[in-house]
């Protein structure tokens, strides 16, 4: 099992979870994160620490949000890795909560 960044990280981009993690499975893309599935260890220490609270369990995603289970193992195997926190956009607090964001995803 794997944690998944979903939808409300797009133009979010929050980086508070990126120095709790253990193993530095994120990936930082233009405007979004993800998790390698594959080097996650399931150890839940990001999920409390996403402002945007955009971080879930693989098995707690919602139907609406399944799509970024795969979106994450895309991207994380072209996306630069991200170990560190950076500051947030500027407009970050705008975004979150808006729906239907996945149009703004940058790659």
Not at 2 to 15: D, G, L, P, S
């Amino acid at each position: 099992m794997t944690f998944v960044v979903t939808e409300n990280c797009i133009k979010c981009k929050y980086t508070d979870c990126v120095e709790v993690c253990p193993v530095d499975c994120f990936y930082e893309g233009p405007n979004f994160l993800v998790i390698h599935p594959d080097e996650c260890i399931d150890c839940a220490l990001c999920e409390p620490e996403c402002p945007a609270e955009a971080i879930l369990s693989e098995d707690e995603l919602p139907a609406d949000q399944t799509e970024y289970l795969e979106l994450n193992a895309e991207l994380a195997e072209i996306w630069p890795n991200i170990t560190e926190r950076k500051d947030a956009p500027e407009d970050a607090e705008e975004w979150d909560g808006v729906q239907g964001k996945l149009q703004y995803l940058e790659r």
